[in-house]
């Protein structure tokens, strides 16, 4: 991992500094998540497939919304899309309530060996559909979703605690997407601001769930 084109990127991206964030970042081992017949690129600046139509993020996007996220020791987080396992492996150097829910059965049984594997201590996990969020144990301080959504999913936003802050690519499939970071103050309003323009895969959802 080139932790310097990270911290300052040569093409003008936002540099991420946040030393927490860095330091997440070196202490998990990304090839651990990436399959075997990747392994070798497991460190490059691009997003990997994990199967089953999925990926797991270039570095530079996990550092930056994480660093976005600005999550605090003791703060509760919800992370939609569990994936690898790699997002919540870094959220949970940050803080010891990381809570990450995942559709797709067999990436979150991976994950959570994985997890269980690098002895990742305070998180837990569940299956089921993002778009619900995880409301036993809401309200969180931070939501993060690595996934595209169109529009905001408003569970997760009633599910963010006042004063809390949300990071989310909006957007549909194989269209302009923005990664947004949202905030809510003490009374509920919303305020949000663009970063940068990504691509995500969509969003999943259960459909027999709908009303």
Known sequence: ME???????????????????????????????????????????????????QTISQPYIVALMTQLLNVQPGQKVLEIGTGSGYQTAILAQLTD???????????????????QQLNCQH????????HQGWPEHAPYDAIIVTCAADPLPPPLWQQLKPSGRMV?????????????VFEKDA?????????????????????????
Do not use: K
């Not at 300052?8 to 017949?37: K, Y």
């Not at 989310?168 to 947004?180: C, E, K």
């Not at 309003?189 to 709908?210: A, G, H, K, L, Y």
């Open 3 to 53: 932790h310097d084109l990270i911290s300052n990127p040569r093409d003008g991206r936002e540099p991420v500094r946040d030393a927490r964030v860095l330091q997440a970042m070196r202490c998990v081992p990304r090839h651990l998540f990436i399959p075997d017949s990747s392994e070798q690129d497991a460190y490059a600046d691009v997003p990997q497939s994990i199967g089953h139509g």
């Open 97 to 115: 309530q990381v809570y990450s829910v995942e559709i797709i059965a067999p990436l979150h049984e991976q994950a959570r060996q994985r997890l």
């Open 123 to 130: 998180v837990h996990l569940r299956l089921g559909d993002g």
């Open 168 to 180: 989310i690519p909006l957007g549909a499939a194989h269209s302009a997407q923005q990664l947004f």
């Open 187 to 211: 009374h509920g309003n919303r305020r949000n601001r663009e970063t940068i323009p990504v691509r995500f895969v969509p969003m999943t959802r259960d459909e027999t769930s709908r009303e």
